[in-house]
């Protein structure tokens, strides 16, 4: 028993004298692999982000002016008249604006009644992107129409929007004949060039016959937002 315990020993010491030499080796090899792993680990590893943002959207305007026409081609879906002025509910869906793909929170098609524009300030809130539609031949052929239903909403628009990003469609140019249809945004433009909240209609801004999908979904691709 007392020799077996003497020839482990003998064995333990013969073992840790063969590898005393190359102690110096493993350390070295042993503090190589430790860069090698503090190199890998602190390289910044690829972090997956959301690459598509939320944004909250919501879309103004007088009575019967295409909202939710407007809001149906932006949902890839078919416009019923059955939305007709009424406060419905959308789930969240994607859309392709201003070159990229951008997913819209689930939202309401708000009806166009004048009552209804005192909760423009907390629609503009809580959204990102601002789209206001308003029936452009009804605009430069009914004054009252211009003035009630149009521009006091550009002015509270104006007042309430900050830097928010707008987007504005002058709609059913299919109205006017077809040799009237070349300077209406020009005339548009006249008559409020004097108003501050004509900045509004700046950037993103045009008329067009809404129904036309195809020709207003290639205009909603090269708006500019910033
Ligand atoms: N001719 C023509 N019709 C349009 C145009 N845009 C919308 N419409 C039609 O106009 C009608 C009213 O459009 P809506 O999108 O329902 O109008 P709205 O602004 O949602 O109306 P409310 O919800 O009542 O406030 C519908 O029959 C649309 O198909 C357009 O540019 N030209
Ligand atoms: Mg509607």
Redesign the pocket.
């Given at each position: 028993m007392l020799l077996e315990v003497i020839f482990d020993n003998i064995g333990d010491f013969q073992q840790v004298h063969c590898i005393a030499p190359l102690l110096p080796v493993i350390a070295g090899i042993g503090g190589l692999i430790g860069i090698i792993i503090t190199y890998f680990s602190s390289k910044k590893k690829p972090v997956k982000v959301e690459t598509i943002k939320e944004n909250g959207i919501c879309i103004l305007?007088?009575?019967?002016?295409?909202?939710?026409?407007?809001l149906s081609a932006l949902r890839g879906v078919s416009?019923t008249?059955f939305?007709?002025?009424?406060m419905e509910k959308y789930k969240e869906f994607e859309v392709f604006l201003a070159g990229e793909k951008i997913k819209v929170k689930a939202g309401f098609?708000?009806?166009?009644?004048e009552f209804k524009v005192k909760s423009y300030p907390k629609l503009i809130e809580n959204s990102d992107i601002i789209f206001f539609?308003f029936d452009s031949y009804e605009y430069l052929n009914n004054p009252e129409y211009r003035t009630n239903d149009v521009n006091a909403r550009l002015f509270f628009i104006h007042k309430h929007i900050g830097n928010k990003p707008t987007v504005i469609f002058g709609?059913?140019?299919?109205?006017f004949a077809e040799g009237d249809r070349k300077n209406i945004i020009k005339r548009i433009l006249n008559t409020i060039k004097n108003e501050k909240y004509s900045t509004l209609l700046e950037d993103n801004f045009t008329v067009?016959?809404?129904?036309e999908t195809d020709k207003l979904n290639d205009y909603l691709k090269d708006i500019i937002i910033k």
């Open positions: 305007g007088p009575e019967l002016s295409g909202k939710t026409q407007l416009y008249e939305h007709h002025s009424q098609d708000i009806g166009g009644e539609t709609t059913h140019l299919d109205k067009m016959d809404l129904r």
